[in-house]
């Protein structure tokens, strides 16, 4: 079946911009994870959601850093008033069940000007 | 808290050479070990994992590690490599203490072959 997938695959935004990133998983996986990419870094963990509930939000940088999975399903990583610090890829992965092999989306490489 | 450390952000071998990407752990309990694989502009690809049984853990192209408690070390051969190997490796852990279900990863080896 279909892989994971984000959209967009980049995304330019102006310093203090919103900006909303979407990853659709994996039919039927429950878990759904996003982590933080840095340049030539490995990825940093942000937040977790099991169903519709997050159940672990340590990883987010700040409070512009939002994320929400309403139906069980997509999710969304909205960053609000961006930063230059916060140009990264941004990383999403969901499993079918907890801490069994995650599997990763292609990413979205956002650039704060 | 897990961490993860890769030694050599770097590592240059000839095709056809054995490849080896260290990796070492440190977690209060034996956790759940993870290779990916990243090529340019992907996302990580799931190489191998132990989680219990066998420590010598095979895996896709040909790849395989081997978890050594004493050692707190995971490993990543490959006995002969190839071209496409070429591509940037990452060692994970997962800790199995209830309610840690993240991937703490390390920083990262990128690999190159000497044609």
């Known amino acids: 079946g279909a892989g994971v997938s984000q959209s967009p695959r980049y995304k330019v935004a102006k310093r203090g911009q919103d900006v909303a990133l979407r990853c659709d998983p994996i039919?039927?996986?429950?878990?759904l994870f996003w982590y933080q990419q840095a340049l030539g870094q490995g990825p940093e963990f942000l937040t977790y959601?099991?169903?519709?509930?997050?159940?672990?939000k340590s990883g987010l940088p700040s409070d512009r850093f939002f994320a929400e999975r309403p139906e069980g399903s997509v999710s969304t990583l909205k960053i609000q008033r961006t930063q230059q610090e916060d140009s990264a890829v941004y990383l999403c992965?969901?499993?079918?069940?907890?801490?069994?092999?995650?599997?990763f989306g292609p990413g979205t490489r956002l650039l704060v000007l | 808290a897990q961490s993860v450390t890769q030694l050599g952000s770097h590592v240059s071998v000839s095709e056809g050479a054995l490849v080896l990407l260290r990796c070492n752990y440190s977690s209060s309990v034996p956790p759940y070990l993870f290779w990916y694989v990243q090529y340019p502009n992907q996302g990580l690809q799931l190489l191998l994992k132990?989680?219990?049984?066998?420590?010598l853990v095979k895996g896709i192209n040909g790849f395989e590690a081997e978890f050594k408690k004493s050692e707190t070390s995971f490993h990543l051969t490959k006995p002969s490599a190839h071209m496409s190997d070429a591509a940037e490796y990452f060692c994970a852990v997962i800790g199995t203490n209830f309610g840690n279900e993240k991937l703490t990863f390390g920083t990262g080896t990128r690999l190159t072959i000497i044609p």
């Open positions: 039919s039927g996986h429950v878990s």
């Open positions: 992965a969901s499993s079918h069940l907890s801490r069994e092999t995650q599997y």
């Open positions: 132990y989680t219990t049984g066998a420590t």
């Open positions: 959601f099991q169903n519709e509930a997050q159940l672990d």
